[in-house]
């Protein structure tokens, strides 16, 4: 397995949820780690990714002040920190990976920019 996410589980509207991503073989060179998720019925959709050089993020508009990615804790494991969750953000949630490198200051962020992925995690935010 090279992508292993976990720290999904049930909260209340206003919590907070961190999921992780460790990488492994490959994936542990990769430029770029992000996630996704996919609510019941709708398609899977970007949430937030990082360049593991820059630390450069970038984020859907819709978590953009709650939700926080990050690479500071274990090697080659990086974390969405998840505040103020909202019922909308239920999903199962996927991390990927990429070890394609984008010059300059762009960052990708459509799925088919991401060659790894790992199993999902579910979040359940309850109103």
């Known amino acids: 397995v090279q992508l292993q996410a976990s720290g999904g589980g049930l909260v209340q509207a206003g919590g907070s949820l961190r999921l992780s991503c460790a990488a492994s073989?490959?994936?542990?060179?990769?430029?770029?780690m992000g996630w996704f998720r996919q609510a019941t019925g709708k398609e899977r959709e970007f949430v937030a990714v990082?360049?593991?050089?820059?630390?450069?993020?970038r984020y859907v508009g819709t978590v953009k002040g709650r939700f926080t990615i990050s690479e500071d804790g274990d090697p080659n494991t990086v974390y969405l920190q998840m505040n103020s969750l909202k019922p909308e953000d239920t999903a199962v949630y996927y991390c990927?990976?990429?070890?394609?490198?984008?010059?300059?200051?762009?960052?990708?962020?459509?799925?088919?920019?991401?060659?790894?992925w790992g199993q999902g995690t579910l979040v359940t935010v309850s109103s």
């Open positions: 990927a990976a990429s070890r394609t490198y984008w010059s300059g200051s762009y960052i990708p962020f459509q799925q088919s920019q991401f060659a790894t």
């Open positions: 073989g490959r994936a542990a060179g990769s430029y770029y």
């Open positions: 990082i360049n593991r050089r820059t630390n450069s993020t």
